[in-house]
């Protein structure tokens, strides 16, 4: 299930030299909020790492597959109303793998810093 343009949707793109960005807009009448957690939602993780995903293949128009998770680190909850930025450096791109490192922030802090390995398919 794809979560671009149902939980959320891409709000700006930037390319700079070593990094790409893209701010997001959460839906949060979604029905991910209703269930996780009632009265006090957050996104999930797993949530988070797939928007991450899914923005990567945005931009490289390929589809990738999660090979992967080297390091994950929850800093802060994101919540339904928040409008987070999805940083990516480090992006190395070998003969059908991809690793990445990924940052979830806002701006004053960041919530979430990961680094992912990708198998890149198509």
Same mark, same amino acid.
């Given at each position: ?38 009265? %006090?939602?957050?996104?999930?993780? !797993? ?6 995903? *899914?923005?990567?293949?945005? #931009?490289?128009?390929? /589809? ?29 791109? %070998?003969?059908?793998?991809?690793? !990445? ?6 701006? *004053?802090?960041?919530?979430? #810093?990961?680094?992912? /390995? ?5």
């Amino acid at each position: 299930m794809k979560l671009i343009n149902d939980l959320f949707e891409i709000v700006s793109t930037e390319q700079r030299d070593d990094c790409y960005q893209c701010q997001v807009k959460l839906h949060p009448e979604h029905r991910i909020y209703k269930a996780h957690f009632p009265g %006090n939602p957050i996104t999930p993780g !797993v949530c988070l790492m797939q928007m991450g995903e *899914e923005l990567l293949e945005e #931009k490289l128009g390929k /589809q990738l597959q999660l090979k992967t998770v080297k390091s994950i680190r929850f800093k802060k909850i994101v919540g339904p109303n928040d409008m987070p930025t999805f940083t990516f450096t480090n992006e190395v791109l %070998n003969e059908g793998s991809l690793s !990445v490192e990924i940052a979830v922030a806002d701006s *004053e802090e960041e919530f979430v #810093k990961m680094v992912l /390995q990708y198998q890149v398919e198509g």
